[in-house]
């Protein structure tokens, strides 16, 4: 009897183990599965920074391009645009003297 409560036992053991080992096994699936979604996700991440950049390296040469546009139809500037340059006598006079050589004549 003591024999077949043994037998009982180890068998009852062995398939206790045997469970152990396949709770283990789906465990370690599961962390190898959540180990390959975590690298996905951070080559996502590092995908998504990198579309933004380009959008904004995009951005910047569109509004570029819209400027340079606006300058050549000329439709540039939002005011009134004075044709008419007021020139300053006084500052006239200055810079010619400064640029007239010095001769040593007099």
């Not at 283990?24 to 933004?52: N, P, S, V, Y």
């Not at 569109?62 to 606006?70: I, N, P, R």
């Not at 044709?83 to 004549?105: C, F, N, T, V, W």
């Amino acid at each position: 009897m003591e024999k077949k409560v043994d037998e009982r036992h180890q068998s009852l053991s062995k398939f206790v183990i045997e469970i152990v080992k396949d709770s283990i096994k789906e465990k370690d699936e599961d962390f190898e599965t959540g180990k390959e979604l975590l690298e996905e996700k951070k080559e996502l991440e590092e995908e998504l920074e990198d579309t933004q950049r380009d959008l904004e390296v995009y951005k910047k040469s569109q509004d570029k391009l819209e400027k340079e546009v606006k300058e050549f139809r000329c439709d540039m500037r939002d005011e009134a645009m004075d044709i008419y340059h007021q020139i300053d006598h006084d500052e006239l006079r200055k810079e010619y003297e400064a640029s007239m050589p010095e001769l040593g004549i007099l």
